[in-house]
């Protein structure tokens, strides 16, 4: 199964084409032996450079470095390399396909967006953040790890303009077109969060509504990593904190501010549309709202702990269940009452 951004507009099939097209795959490049440092910096947008700018008039201008200015790159330690001068390490093995692999014996990993290379750090960097991220919140030390191994990457394979997630591989593809997928944190955080449900639970996203549950949480996890991040870093952010891939959007999306989708829609169970990115909204809403009233730390440890517990089909209405069990177990009946209530809001049957 291939869980991608959005609702792909090339048919469907071309999806499953891509998992056969992996034998085109470059061999990353090999280590030089000696002076390789596990010390590294890397140049990166600060999420993206739409969120970081508040301008919403920046478009791609076909992969110019030109076309974003340079206020909206910062330098960064990336963190957890193995030493072998590629961008592989604990919580991330990043590969590329249509460019040069990223490779330095002294660390230097600062590229501009027109170089293949940038995408190749900002996927390393933002799945290290992420699983920091959930490290941080206690998942591999007090709670269990959700995928606490390295997570495999792979950057531009043919070209199109959408990203996925497939567990034959239990790899995250990122595409070209547009604006370059991996040029937006809310997008590599996105896909991330589907390789974490895949590693909570295997197969996870049999049925409509667990899909969508998928989407939502990739959205609310790219959100979410982004913005502790700018707290993390002194980082401005200027668009709506709701707002999924401010920069990958400006490629496809007509309006300001540019999202691809949003936390906040307000939809209703009742507005389901049976496409799982339309629908996750539904849940994202859901989280984003008890984020809103348990503070991001509590939200955090309870629903990535209750998905866990999800069935691979599970239905809106059980996991939202399982998700009001999880938070009264770890914080009581006032948390679970909390939780219940942004679920009924979105009026998931049986809340
Ligand atoms: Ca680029
Ligand atoms: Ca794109
Ligand atoms: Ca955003
Ligand atoms: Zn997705």
Known sequence: MSRSIRAPRLALAAVGAVVTASGLAATPALAAPGANTTSATGQIFMVNPVQSSGNEGLTDGKDAASAVPASAYTTVALRNLDGSGNLSGRWAVVRSETGAPAFSTTGD???????????????????????????????????????????????????????????????????????????????????????????????FGTSEEAGAIGEAWGDYLGVEVGLAADARYGWPRLTPEPCVADWDSTGYTSGTPHCLRRLDTGKVYGDKVGEVHADGEIWSNALWDIRQ???????????????????????????????????????????????RRAFAARQIPGL
Do not use: C
Request: aromatic share 12%; no cysteine; charged share 25%.
């Open 109 to 203: 990993f600062r590229f501009t967006r027109d170089a293949d290379q940038f995408e190749q750090v900002m996927a390393y960097f933002w799945v290290n953040e992420a699983q920091e991220y959930l490290q941080g919140l206690g998942f591999g030390s007090e709670l269990p790890g959700a995928n606490d191994k390295p997570q495999n990457v792979r950057i531009n394979q043919w070209g199109s303009d959408n990203s996925f997630f497939t567990d034959k591989k239990n790899e995250i593809r990122f595409g070209k077109g547009g604006v370059d997928d991996a040029e937006d944190a809310e997008v590599v955080v996105h896909e991330y969060g589907h390789a974490v449900h895949e590693a909570q639970v295997p197969g």
């Open 293 to 339: 009233a348990l503070g991001a730390r509590v939200a955090d440890r309870i629903i990535v702990n209750a998905q866990f517990s999800f069935a691979p089909d599970t239905s809106f209405s059980a996991a939202a269940k399982t998700t009001v069990a999880t938070a009264r177990t770890m914080y009581g009946d006032q948390a679970a009452e909390t939780v």
